[in-house]
């Protein structure tokens, strides 16, 4: 049995070696894992702003900026700023930045199926599980640390009820 506190150092292991085997995918196209993503994440609709890409990649506004910047200078996306709200930027893929996405995405995952090819059907899909439990436990614990937090944290509907 994994000791817990193995447990957690075993997956970011795994996280870092990941990283870098995606970075070794990709380092002929002259992009980074960040770049890669925020690419990626844009064609899947995860990213549609640009304060969407600090929250999903984790890094600070700024960083995000120039992450844009510096996809924009090479050609594979594009700015527009909202008539109805100066303050919100919209990305979208450029043409060239559709193609780099589909060439990456079809590597990568070529790639990925080889890299799994030692595991079989029933251990991914019990790897898998227990990613998505992970995840959900993780979720869970952080909704109930916030609902803990805005207990302990007075409000004025709190105040005017006393």
Known sequence: MVPPERFGELLRAAFREMEDWIERQIRDSGLRLSHWLTLKYIADGRICFIGDVYRELGITDGASTRLIDHLEQKGLVR???SRKDRRLVAVALQPEGERMVRQLRLRIERRWQRQLGPFCEADRIHITTALIHLIDAFRSLAAGENEASDAATPNRDRLSAI
Do not use: A, H
């Open 79 to 81: 700015r527009n700023r």
